[in-house]
């Protein structure tokens, strides 16, 4: 599965992340305003009407940097993750706000490595052993 296919869902802390299924993925409480205090990680999974169970691919990655989150400076922010994905506010952004500076719900891998990167961030992932990278 290449960056494009994968979207950003949910950030948490210095945690986010993408999902193979934006459309479909679900957390715990992702209907439940405020987010912050409610919502839980990705599930990795959904239920089609049929009843059979369809899998997701989830990719976590931490970062760092100088970002704010929508709950930036509220106590209890008039967000769930589900408006947030949707396109309300976006999932991060810089302060202060300048144009273009911020990453949505649905952004691919790429678009966020690019966005943190872009704005004196780092993003850390996974460390690929010698063994691991000659299987692939």
Known sequence: MNQDELRLCYVKDSFAWFTSHFDDEWGDDWDDVPYEHNAGQ?????YTKLKDCVHHTLVKVAFEGPFDSPCANMTNSPYSVHTI?????????????RKGEFVRGGAT???FIDFVERNE???YTKRVTKNEALSE
Do not use: A, D
């Open 42 to 46: 990705p599930y990795g999974y959904h």
């Open 85 to 97: 994905n949707g396109g309300v506010v976006p999932w991060l952004s810089v302060w202060p706000m």
């Open 109 to 111: 891998l790429k678009e």
């Open 121 to 123: 961030g780092t993003v």
